[in-house]
C-alpha cells in the first residue's frame, strides 16, 4: 500500500507530453531478451503497441514502476475486464555512446532472473538518441516516456515519469473507443 502511495504521489511531479500525438512514431529496432530483433512500428502495425522508452539509468528505474501494472492489466490480464485488451507492450532500456558496452551485461542479467514471462516484452536499443530525443520531445534524460501507438504506428497517447493510475485510465480511454 505504500508503494502503491508513494507512486501515486511521485507521479504528481511527472510531465505530460502531448505535443507529438498524432504523428508516426520514428522506426525502433531492438532485440529482446528472446533474442527476436523487432521494430516498432512496423512489426507492431494492426494492434495498439504500449511502448516505454528509459534513455538512463534513473529513467530505467522509474519505467519499472510501469511494469507491474502494465504486465497485470495487458500480458497477463488480471483485471475482471482486461481480457478485451489486446496490446503489444515493449519496455525499451536504450543504450548509446559508452553506455552501449553495458547493454550485453545488462542483457544478460535480466536473462538470468526468473522473470522469464517479460522476455518477449523487454526490447534492448543500441544507437543513436538524438533521433527520439528531438521527435519524440524526450527532453528529460531522467525519466521515461510512456507511448501509445495505434494501429497504424501513430502516437495515439504520450506521457513521461512515474506511473499513475490517472495515465493508466488514459490509456484506457483510448483502447476502449
Not at 52 to 78: D, H, M, Q
Not at 154 to 166: D, L, Q
Request: aromatic letters at 14%; proline letters at 3%.
Amino acid at each position: 500500500m505504500k508503494a502503491i502511495l508513494l507512486t501515486f504521489a511521485v507521479g504528481c511531479f511527472a510531465f505530460a507530453v502531448h505535443a507529438q500525438t498524432g504523428s508516426e512514431f520514428p522506426e525502433l529496432t531492438g532485440e529482446t531478451l528472446s533474442e527476436e530483433v523487432l521494430t516498432i512500428p512496423t512489426d507492431t502495425r494492426g494492434k495498439y503497441t504500449l511502448v516505454g522508452l528509459a534513455s538512463s539509468e534513473k529513467a530505467e528505474e522509474f519505467l519499472r514502476g510501469w511494469y507491474e501494472p502494465v504486465y497485470n492489466k495487458f500480458i497477463a490480464k488480471t483485471g475482471m475486464f482486461d481480457d478485451m485488451f489486446d496490446v503489444n507492450v515493449f519496455f525499451v532500456p536504450m543504450f548509446s555512446g559508452s553506455k552501449k558496452i553495458g547493454k550485453g551485461k545488462v542483457m544478460k542479467s535480466m536473462k538470468e532472473s526468473k522473470n522469464t514471462e517479460l522476455f518477449d516484452h523487454v526490447l534492448f536499443y543500441e544507437g543513436q538518441l538524438k533521433t527520439y530525443q528531438e521527435a519524440l520531445r524526450m527532453s528529460k534524460t531522467d525519466l521515461p516516456y510512456i507511448f501509445l501507438l495505434d494501429p497504424d504506428g501513430n502516437i495515439a497517447y504520450s506521457t513521461s515519469g512515474y506511473f499513475n493510475e490517472r495515465k493508466m485510465d488514459a490509456i484506457d480511454d483510448i483502447l476502449i473507443q
